[in-house]
């Protein structure tokens, strides 16, 4: 008992005692995180804790039990020992970035180290001696056998041998490989692991080549099986801390983005998902208690313009200000949402009755009245809000939305106001959807026609003709064109009427019309901002064989001001190109007579306001001698439309007006009639 290895003992019990806790946390791992791509560390941790406690056991037998006990345990753990090879070549080829020849030469040794365990397993249970020879079961010579080499048998120099090539392969691997792929091979431990083995290995290695040291000299030194294992048990308890380690980052950073998904971080208030959760919660809630619930939703007016205006810098301080103001007025009786760029929702819990909830929606927009002072800029903003009782306004999530949407456009209308849902949004919803459906159908199937409106000079002979669609459907939905022309401009059908348009007057023109008078058609939106429409229309009438001075383009004086930058340069391309330009409903806004000394246009098209107030209306009747007077100096012809009687027609004859349109001639007619009377 007196040289009893107490130091060896307690680093072997220490070392067991961290493979237990590795392999613990391995289980935890594998059963609680659900990461299957342990399973081989976990398989690591097991086998180690069984090496030391094979070794302990081993140790132990050999100076308190029978010889047999000692032999039997000296002889599993060696052979034991060779399970570590095939572990470390498994782990060698989970390192990637080797290339195809390393690859082959990991699957040749992996295949090797399995067949050596087998083998040398085998050849033990046929003859022990060949492993280890001649032990006394003293605990002395038990623990000196492998430095000094009396008792080694040629199976375990073979395995020493293999071990220490291992080892070193693995180290170069590791060396050359494994440092970049710290996501799966921790660094500081590799490099730990690694110091350690190649300690044992030199250890291992002078005393085989000077085995005449003095035996007394190395008592305190461990033996060069458990310096391998010592080296996996550290690479491993590396790649446990790594995965712990990640897994805690992964739920921090899974909570970070939880927060950011239901909160809005930029205002510091819930946000649309956790609006949507915490409605259909509440939804489900006040349905089981048969209450009500009060939702006030709002968006600001023209906020895009202020974006525009001022930047979006302040745009969003503006909106912080508002969020601010909000929250101090009603919190903590409602919950604020942001459920959109500039829409909120406010979900008052307090509210019993529907005038609670009114006045919390008068008291939004009033609020908004003092203005936000910003970045020494001074905002006036607007919103318009909607009401909602819940479930009566909607009993699920996307229906509650759906209803917020159409009662906030509807109070868009008049702006800086609120409106409570009724049904009869609904049914006015329902009716502009099933118009849209109508019309989409109708272009498909070609319900549509042209007819034409004659615009005469003061002899009442047709110059022009205006071409101007019409509905040849049966559905009595649709009615006149000036309801359907929004809708499907609102609709985003107008590319499609557009094309439908000029087709149709072309081939009228090709066909019918050839060169007896020219036609007029309707500028939309969308051709008056498109850079290549002159090209295209240009191209378009030389293929049916029309001079383009024979078209006359018409665009509203309302569009031309909202698009002037671009609808002028665009008029200017379509004027080049020889067609005539037309301001049409001229005198209807107010900013007109500032560019139209710039305007390429050919003539202007009085609105009919002017037409139905004279004679009689002696401020009307000044104005429209000064328009027309203004017009020729500009070297602009003057078309006046909506005459309905002949003084309105002789009156405007008097002061000079070139071309008359209006209902006292005709009505749209289709063109075959058309020419028939006119021509």
């Known amino acids: 008992m007196a040289g009893f290895p107490k130091l060896y003992i307690t680093l072997t019990m220490l070392f067991a005692g961290i493979s237990l806790c590795s392999m613990l946390q391995f289980v935890y791992v594998y059963a609680v995180l659900r990461k299957r791509d342990v399973i081989l560390s976990l398989v690591v941790s097991c086998a180690v804790l069984i090496y030391l406690t094979a070794d302990l056991v081993a140790l132990y037998c050999s100076y308190f039990c029978p010889r047999r006990a000692a032999d039997f345990f000296l002889a599993f753990r060696e052979i034991f020992v060779l399970v570590f090879p095939v572990v470390l070549q498994a782990y060698i080829m989970r390192i990637k970035g080797q290339g195809a020849l390393l690859e082959k030469i990991n699957s040749i040794l992996l295949s090797a180290a399995v067949g050596a365990f087998l083998l040398i397993a085998g050849i033990t249970l046929y003859n022990p001696d060949l492993l280890i020879r001649g032990l006394s079961g003293s605990g002395e010579v038990f623990y000196q056998m492998q430095i000094h080499g009396e008792s080694m048998g040629p199976l375990l120099v073979i395995k020493n041998i293999m071990l220490i090539i291992y080892a070193v392969y693995s180290i170069f691997i590791v060396m050359i490989f494994g440092m970049s792929r710290q996501d799966v091979y ?5 490099i730990a692991g690694i110091i350690i083995i190649t300690y044992f ?25 458990l310096g391998l294992v010592i080296c996996i048990l550290f690479i491993n308890w590396g790649r446990i801390k790594m995965i712990i380690e990640r897994s805690e980052q992964l739920e921090i950073e899974k909570s970070v983005l939880e927060f950011s998904i239901y909160n809005d971080v930029s205002l510091n208030i819930p946000g649309r998902i956790a609006f949507q959760k915490d409605l259909a919660d509440e939804l489900i809630s006040i349905g089981a208690r048969g209450e009500s619930l009060f939702v006030v939703f709002f968006d600001v007016d023209d906020f895009q313009s202020l974006n525009e205006s001022y930047g979006e810098n302040v745009g969003d301080d503006v909106l912080k200000m508002l969020v601010e103001r909000i929250i101090e007025l009603f919190s903590p ?18 509210a019993a009755e529907i005038e609670q909830a009114r006045d919390t929606a008068g008291k939004i927009i009033t609020c ?51 409106q409570v849902f009724t049904p009869d949004l609904l049914d006015i919803t329902k009716g502009k959807i099933h118009v849209v459906n109508i019309l989409r159908n109708s272009i498909i199937k070609n319900e549509f026609t042209l007819h034409y409106q004659p615009i005469v000079d003061s002899n009442k002979n047709l110059v022009h003709a205006e071409a101007l669609l019409r509905y040849m459907g049966s559905d009595t939905h649709i009615g006149s064109p000036e309801k359907y022309l929004p809708v499907l401009e609102n609709a985003g059908l107008m590319k499609e009427i557009d094309n439908m348009v000029v087709h149709k007057a072309f081939h009228d023109m090709e066909v019918k019309i050839k060169s007896r008078f020219s036609t007029s058609i309707n500028l939309s939106t969308g051709q008056l901002v498109d850079p290549a429409y002159s090209s295209f229309l240009s191209s378009f009438a030389a293929q049916h064989g029309i001079e383009n ?3 006359m383009l018409e ?7 909202e698009n002037i ?3 002028r340069e665009n008029l200017a391309r379509l004027k080049e190109s020889g067609f005539m330009i037309a301001i049409d409903d001229f005198g209807k806004g107010f900013s007109s007579l500032t560019y139209l000394a710039e305007l390429p246009a050919d003539i202007l098209k009085l609105d009919m306001v002017f037409t139905r107030s004279v004679p009689g209306d002696s401020r009307k009747e000044a104005m429209v001698h000064h328009i027309i007077e203004l017009a020729h100096s500009l070297d602009l012809r003057v078309i006046a439309e909506g005459f309905e009687t002949l003084e309105q027609f002789e009156f405007f004859r008097n002061l000079g007006c070139d071309l008359f349109q209006g209902y006292y001639f005709a009505r749209p007619m289709p063109l075959d009639l058309l020419i028939t009377k006119y021509l």
């Open 186 to 190: 921790p660094a500081r431990y590799m």
């Open 201 to 225: 290995i030199s250890f291992y290695v002078y005393y085989i080549i000077f085995p005449s040291g003095s035996r007394g000299s190395v008592i305190g030194l461990p033996l060069f099986n």
């Open 333 to 350: 009786q409602s919950s604020l949402y942001r459920i959109g760029g500039d829409e909120f929702a406010l979900m008052l819990w307090d």
């Open 368 to 418: 908004l009245r003092n203005p936000f002072r910003v970045s020494g800029i001074t905002c006036m903003i607007t919103a318009s809000a909607g009401v909602l009782s819940l479930p009566h306004d909607g009993s699920d999530v996307d229906t509650v939305l759906s209803n917020a949407y159409r009662v906030i456009s509807s109070a868009k209308k008049k702006k800086n106001s609120f």
């Open 549 to 551: 001075r024979r078209i």
């Open 555 to 561: 665009v509203t004086e309302d569009r031309l001001m």
């Open 565 to 567: 930058a671009e609808g």
